[in-house]
């Protein structure tokens, strides 16, 4: 069984930062992807940015430039730095790990923390 647990959301003005924070525990896979969705009122969960225990990373067009993912392998975490913050980037955003196993993936979700951009 697998954890996920997400802390650094909050309230910030147009152009300010946060850094989301996510720590999972339980029995973690070596090779996995961890990274953030997030939902908007009246929209789909999209992603916003994912990293490989490998290193690849992978970010959503619209945060490119602003956004930055890092992970600790070995502490099995994994940080969202935002920058330069929209209100467009309202929303709640979830920690997301994935591992392949046998040609299936399983996914863990945390409870979600709300980021809200606003003046």
């Known amino acids: 069984q697998v954890q996920l647990v997400e802390s650094g959301g909050g309230l910030v003005q147009p152009g300010g930062s946060l850094r989301l924070s996510c720590a999972a525990s339980?029995?973690?896979?070596?090779?996995?992807?961890m990274g953030w969705f997030r939902q908007a009122p009246g929209k789909q969960r999209e992603l916003v940015a994912g990293?490989?225990?490998?290193?690849?990373?992978t970010y959503a067009d619209s945060v490119k430039g602003r956004f930055t993912i890092s992970r600790d392998n070995a502490k099995n975490t994994v940080n969202l730095q935002m920058n330069s913050l929209k209100p467009e980037d309202t929303a709640l955003y979830y920690c997301n790990l994935r591992y392949y196993q046998l040609g299936k993936f399983y996914d863990y979700w945390g409870q979600g923390t709300q980021v809200t951009v606003s003046s």
């Open positions: 990293m490989t225990s490998g290193g690849t990373t």
């Open positions: 339980g029995t973690i896979f070596s090779i996995n992807t």
